[in-house]
């Protein structure tokens, strides 16, 4: 059967694609030879045709042409063999055949060579440049790279660009790919519907790409990628708001002529490949080559669903109207630290692409090598959740890093990313919704602030003193008015089944407090990434319950069953016990668990000689095993900043503790002797194929105890790594909260104590993790 391209073509040519050289042994092999290397084709027939195949003759001629004994069929056969291996095709017309290397070239990328050296010789590039680039350099190198050059235009900010309306390609050209100017550039190509490509052809390091398609539904914009690049740029965005501009500081221009034109050339040939009519996924991304090291690599950036330019700006609006429903999620198998719906290799596949110096949410994850590896500690970059780090501004802070946390490199991997997606999700970004009123007009469907705030009157008394004294986690806010109007956001009551309003202040990092000064902070209790939404529910809400119980614990230093680590028989844990010898330091767990009866304990170490260096790790979950693994992968987590003796916090109340009682001068932080270890059969555990069968279960422990869950998606579309808070007022958190409730109510319900702790006897170390 004759190939669908020769029975259409059947006047044409054919011969062998451009790029190919032709040699044959007699007797033995035709041998193609090609960029990519050598193929060899055995047999008569081939052997016999091969000559005739140069481009002169199309189907008809080679076969009457052919040699003795050599079949119309047999010429037919062997042509249709050829060119299903992609080696022979009709020849293009001689007035482009006369580029051979050209015809070549767009042969290998999968391209007419006679529709694409027609279209580069004729359509119109427009080079445009912003700030000290040349505009003119641009069109000279596209002029010398066969294409049609526009008027070069210098952009000066502040203009509308006057695009040439017979342009099909603009390609400009910066310094900074946040510079002045590119925002009207922008607007200009949206307008037109024109397709532009982005380039930084200064700097040691070249920047080339994306081409924005401003005519496509559902690409990206440079609003999308300028929201990406400034995640990373905040210590420039401080500067320009020190310096009180709004666009970033032109660098001074960093380049010798063999790279200038090296840069020059790269982008157009990027031009010449886009008129040329090749398309690639690639041509969506930023590419950088950097020419000290010629390492190169490209930096993918999706559309931003919500964005205000180019995607809908009410999305985080709408969405936070819409209740928060719950799906099956079958539990994936993972023996690591939890029960997820994905494992943790498939949460890197899916979301690797989020690390990135330049596009990405995280910039890189970088293991902490203080300490011994078996800690498996991963940092991943600046943690929003540190008081006044978010997007306003820059503030050194305790925990100024993400972090992540695992029994193996991969696990601890996952966590460093999906911490810092969680922070940076959680982050104000502007387009939340908000509600504007007071508590008092709201109070129908708001949640009163001082149930999550959880302020004793006594502290709203001390608090001027106190906030100069402790850390900025520890900060007291001033005593709430209910009739202040300010801004609230809402969430979805699992437990009422409707939507609750808190104030947005203690919902999104760093959100503005608004008019009236409001000084409301949000803290990260209760938020959570996970595999799925229900994932991240229920992470959010164990971890509400773990800083519940360590604050019943804490505050009222009261003395707790030791955890039987032999009972459990973990050989990871076992393996920990052995490293943490081999450093000089010991290591126990308590039983912390509370009266909802979820596994909750701490992992307690110290030096065995010399200074103590008391350090703590916490850990709860539904399954008594999981539970003990958190608390000494997180102890593992926190550990470097101590095991080099540097305690490298900066935080005051972790500095008063480490020069504080230490283990031996603080019973509380020992085994209580007269209580039996506990193994895992002493926990109630059930357990359950579903996540969200766990979400479940959570909620109704809650209700019986009259507490109400409430969840926030804060879930950002472009990212889609599911993410949400989770508050449950009155539940306790680490900070010191000393208002009435169960901080003094619990502990003499579980029997730990006779009475409540009198106020001034509450522990005067402030928990600092």
Same mark, same amino acid.
């Given at each position: ?8 073509? !059947? ?58 004994? &050599? ?23 001689? !007035? ?81 790919? &946040? ?148 799906? !099956? ?45 078996? %800690? ?68 129908? =469907? ?33 005593? %709430? ?11 979805? !009551? ?65 003395? =707790? ?39 909750? /304990? ?93 979400? &479940? ?64 006897? &509450?522990?005067?170390?402030? /928990?600092?993790?």
């Amino acid at each position: 059967m004759e190939p669908t391209s020769l029975r259409h073509d !059947s006047e044409l040519a054919l011969g062998f694609k451009p790029g190919l050289r032709i040699e044959t042994v007699p007797g033995e092999a035709v041998y193609v030879f090609s960029e990519d290397g050598v193929t060899a084709l055995r047999g008569s027939h081939v052997e016999a045709l091969a000559p005739f195949l140069n481009g002169t003759r199309n189907l008809d001629s080679l076969q009457r042409c052919a040699p003795a004994g &050599l079949s119309p069929d047999a010429v037919t056969a062997v042509v249709a063999g050829l060119t299903e291996a992609g080696l022979l095709g009709p020849h293009p017309a001689v !007035s482009v055949s006369a580029s051979v290397p050209a015809a070549a070239y767009w042969e290998a990328a999968g391209i007419s060579p006679e529709t694409a050296i027609s279209a580069t010789a004729t359509a119109e590039v427009q080079p445009i440049a912003v700030g000290q680039v040349d505009a003119t350099a641009m069109g000279d190198s596209l002029t010398a790279a066969g294409l049609n050059s526009g008027r070069p235009l210098q952009h000066h900010p502040g203009t509308h660009p006057p695009l040439s309306t017979s342009a099909e390609l603009s390609v400009v050209l910066c310094t900074d790919y &946040l510079a002045a100017g590119l925002t009207e550039i922008d607007a200009a190509h949206r307008d037109a519907e024109r397709p532009w490509l982005l380039a930084r052809p200064t700097g040691a390091r070249l920047w080339l790409g994306p081409i924005f398609q401003p005519e496509a539904t559902g690409t990206p914009c440079w609003h999308c990628l300028a929201h990406r690049l400034r995640i990373h740029r905040r210590g420039d965005l401080h500067a320009q708001q020190a310096l009180g501009r709004s666009e970033p500081v032109e660098r001074p221009s960093v380049t010798i002529p063999p790279l200038t034109g090296t840069a020059m050339n790269m982008i157009a040939l990027e031009a010449a490949k886009w008129i040329a009519g090749y398309r690639n996924e690639q041509q969506g991304a930023v590419w950088t080559l950097d020419s000290r090291t010629r390492e190169s690599h490209h930096h993918e950036f999706p559309a931003r669903p919500q964005c205000p330019s180019c995607g809908d700006p009410a999305f985080m609006r709408a969405r936070a109207h819409r209740p928060v429903e719950l799906h !099956s999620r079958p539990k994936a198998a993972d023996g690591g630290a939890g029960h997820r719906s994905h494992t943790p290799q498939e949460m890197m596949e899916r979301y690797e692409h989020l690390v990135s110096p330049v596009t990405g949410i995280v910039k890189e994850l970088t293991e902490d090598l203080r300490g011994p590896t078996e %800690f498996q500690c991963f940092r991943s970059g600046p943690n929003m959740a540190a008081t006044g780090t978010g997007y306003s501004g820059l503030r050194a802070a305790l925990r100024s890093e993400n972090s992540g946390k695992g029994t193996s490199p991969l696990h601890a991997r996952v966590s460093a990313l999906c911490e810092a997606v969680e922070r940076h999700s959680g982050t104000f970004h502007g387009d939340e919704e908000r509600i504007r009123g007071s508590y008092t007009a709201l109070a129908e =469907q708001a949640v009163h602030p001082d149930t999550c705030l959880l302020i004793d009157e006594r502290q709203y008394n001390e608090r001027e003193q106190w906030n100069i004294e402790h850390g900025a986690f520890q900060y007291l806010c001033a005593p %709430f008015d209910p009739d202040t109007e300010l801004n609230w956001s809402p969430l979805w !009551s699992l437990t009422e089944q409707r939507h609750r309003l808190l104030p947005t202040g203690m919902l999104y990092f760093g959100a503005p407090g608004g008019p009236g000064g409001v000084d409301l902070r949000a803290d990260s209790n209760g938020n959570a990434a996970g595999s799925s939404l229900e994932d991240a529910i229920l992470q959010g809400s164990l971890e509400l319950i773990e800083r519940d119980a360590v604050a019943l614990w804490w505050y009222n230093r009261t003395r =707790q069953p030791e955890v039987d680590l032999a009972a459990f028989a973990d050989p990871w844990v076992e393996r920990m016990r052995t490293v943490y010898a081999g450093i000089g330091r010991e290591f126990w767990v308590l039983d912390l668990t509370s009266d909802l009866g979820v596994p909750a /304990m701490a992992a307690v170490t110290r030096n065995t000689e010399g200074n103590e260096d008391v350090m703590f790790g916490f850990g709860c979950h539904l399954d008594p095993r999981v539970a003990l693994r958190r608390a000494v992968a997180e102890m593992n987590q926190l550990m470097p900043v101590i095991v080099d003796g540097v305690h490298g916090w900066g935080d005051p109340d972790a500095a008063r503790w480490w020069a504080g009682p230490g283990a031996v001068g603080a019973d509380y932080l020992r085994p209580a002797p007269e209580q039996r270890p506990l193994g895992p059969g002493d926990y109630a555990y059930t357990p359950r194929t579903d996540v969200t069968a766990d979400v &479940l279960a959570l909620r109704d422990l809650f209700a019986r105890q009259d507490l109400e869950m409430l969840v926030l998606d804060q879930t950002r579309p472009d990212i889609e790594l599911p993410v949400v808070k989770v508050v449950v007022p009155g539940l306790r958190g680490l900070w010191a909260r000393f208002a009435p409730g169960r901080l003094f109510d619990v502990p003499v319900e579980l029997g730990r104590r006779s009475a409540p702790t009198p106020y001034d006897e &509450l522990n005067p170390f402030p /928990m600092f993790l």
